[in-house]
């Protein structure tokens, strides 16, 4: 995706008119969910590029449609690199095992 592309200018803009109408704050945050999703072809990481570029309240837009791609694409193929990453801040810097937990989880939801 180029950063100065006339469609990703348009896209902007087009948020930039619509954000000005919106009463509340989370309406702001989905329409800037879905406008990054629809824009990039729900691409993981180009959607999340899209939303730390646009700025606003662009960490909570990007875990959120982190989220939802991260759901529907599967942990598996998500890039490796940023995979791999969250696994070892969480592992290191917070003493938090990522795979345990899920597997833990997984395992509790398997047997209701």
Known sequence: MSFSSPALA??????????QDM?????EIYLQ???AMIYTDFDFSRSLTFLVNYGRDNDTTAALVGGILGAWYGFEKLPTAEREKV?????EDLDTDLEKLAAELTSHILKK
């Open 10 to 19: 348009k896209a902007y803009a087009e948020l930039d008119l619509k954000l």
């Open 23 to 27: 009463p509340f704050h989370a309406g």
């Open 33 to 35: 969910a879905i406008t």
């Open 87 to 91: 696994l070892k801040v969480n592992r």
